[in-house]
């Protein structure tokens, strides 16, 4: 019977040969219009860091509209750096990801894996 203890397991190690991707993690900061509401936001810089960033998985959903909306879910590996959340974002060549998980592995604090899903839409962004 399995208790969830791996004892083979090998701790990631990072190759930084791999981390070949600039990008910019960035804490994303609802601020007020002219009238008083939050539809505005400002994206921080927190990071400018060299990564890995590789695609996971994708596929279609629909949305209520009668229309799909794309999911294209990325591990980027960088080295580590405390503070880094799963409120925040990431921009690369362009495009933006939406931290869903943050993850130490073995908590050494040598380097981070982050699991993202790419924006592809002004609807998917989450700002809470």
Not at 12 to 22: E, F, K, M, Q, V
Not at 71 to 85: D, F, L
Request: with cysteine; hydrophobic share 35%.
């Amino acid at each position: 019977m399995s208790w969830g203890v791996q004892v083979s397991r090998r701790t990631p190690t990072l190759n930084t040969g791999r981390l070949r991707h600039r990008i910019n993690i960035v804490q994303v900061s609802p601020t007020q219009d002219s009238t008083g509401g939050q539809d505005l936001s400002v994206d921080v810089l927190y990071a400018n860091v060299w990564a890995s960033v590789e695609t996971q998985s994708g596929g279609d959903s629909a949305n209520g509209g009668g229309g799909f909306v794309s999911k294209t879910m990325h591990q980027i590996v960088t080295r580590y750096r405390p503070g880094i959340a799963a409120k925040m974002q990431v921009q690369f060549n362009g495009r933006q990801f939406q931290i869903e998980s943050v993850h130490n592995p073995d908590e050494r604090n040598k380097l981070l894996i982050l699991q993202c899903a790419e924006i592809n839409d002004s609807l998917q962004q989450n700002i809470s």
